[in-house]
């Protein structure tokens, strides 16, 4: 496959997100609108792995090799002239955000957090473990019709024994990761389409400024283009690359550097273009989800991903 040639692996699929590409070739994936999590094999199969309900989302290998998935709780479903699918609003059995632990082997879903000890947590959408086996996530809140509930960073542990918010407030933080040295953490807001970088100071620990800032970090970048951004991935050399939802020759991945430079803006067939994440022999292969017309896809990327399962 020659670089950037869109390769559709997968169709049909009930608006995928949270791709993770494993050791074995297969990716996992989150079908968001069908409440599951689903694999892709290199042979063309996709298999059901779980059905935990509501809005699964963001999801993560963790350090016991489990799949650790951020679900929504629900949403509202619409579709478009064209028949691309598309979330808006909460969907009337919404079941409430949460964290849930998924055994690849088993199926089994467990409940790890349902809120932080101070609020529920309203809509988790993406997750990244860190060195120390914790993870970040982010909590987008909520887009109703005609009023938006803001949303938080938090870190918790994997075992279900500690959970605290740790940015508050934030506008729809959604892709959240680590820079390859574990110094910086990258955030994407989705309705300003900005990406916000925090300096890391310990497991589960900010160097932030001082309130009244809305956003206690520093912003990386603020799309010139009117866009949203979903989910991220980070490079090996440190790029920061965001799926960005919108018109076409906007949407698809942006890829910013880490003083904030804009490197390219790589074009893909969706205008939901949602997640990317990186596998392959020289993490090189970009696996990326069409979640509007319900297909994964896989592209040749221009430099190697960051590694984030083991190889």
């Known amino acids: 496959m020659q670089q950037d040639e869109v390769e559709i692996l997968a169709e049909g699929l009930q608006f995928p997100e949270g791709p993770v590409a494993l050791a074995d070739g297969s990716v996992l994936f989150v079908e968001i609108a069908a ?12 298999e059901e792995v779980a059905r935990p309900g509501g ?6 290998l963790g350090p016991d090799g489990a799949c650790y998935v951020c679900n929504n709780g629900g949403m509202q479903w619409h579709t478009d002239p064209n028949g691309g699918r598309f979330p808006h609003g909460r969907a009337a059995d919404y079941s409430g955000g949460r964290i849930e632990r998924i055994d690849l082997r088993s199926g089994r879903v467990e409940r790890l957090y349902e809120h932080t000890g101070r609020t529920p947590l ?8 860190d060195a120390h ?6 909590d987008l809140g909520s887009m109703g019709h005609d009023a938006l509930e803001r949303g938080r960073i938090c870190y918790a542990k994997a075992d279900g024994s500690a959970i605290r918010e740790v940015v508050f407030p934030m506008l729809t933080p959604n892709g ?11 955030v994407a807001e989705t309705v300003t389409a900005r990406v916000w970088r925090f300096a890391v100071s310990g497991p589960g620990e900010l160097a932030l400024a001082g309130w009244p800032a ?3 970090g520093d912003m990386l970048f603020a799309s010139a283009a009117y866009c949203m951004f979903d989910s991220l991935a980070v490079e090996a050399g440190g790029n920061v690359c965001v799926a960005t939802i919108g018109a076409p020759g906007i949407a698809g991945v942006t890829v910013i550097d880490p003083a904030g430079a804009l490197v390219e803006r790589a074009s893909m067939p969706d205008r939901s273009t949602t997640n990317i994440c990186f596998g392959g022999a020289d993490a090189r292969d970009a696996f990326v989800t069409l979640s509007r017309t319900g ?12 590694r984030l399962t083991p190889s």
Do not use: E, Q
Not at 55 to 60: E, I, Q, R, S
């Open 35 to 46: 409440g599951r999590l689903s694999r892709w094999h290199p042979d063309g199969r996709v």
């Open 55 to 60: 809005g699964p989302n963001g999801a993560a």
């Open 122 to 129: 309203a809509s988790p959408n993406d997750l990244v473990f």
């Open 133 to 138: 086996g914790g993870f970040w996530f982010t």
């Open 176 to 186: 959240i990761g680590l820079s390859p040295d574990g110094r910086h953490l990258y």
């Open 214 to 216: 809305l956003t206690p």
């Open 295 to 306: 297909r994964l896809a896989r592209r040749r990327w221009a430099r190697p991903g960051l």
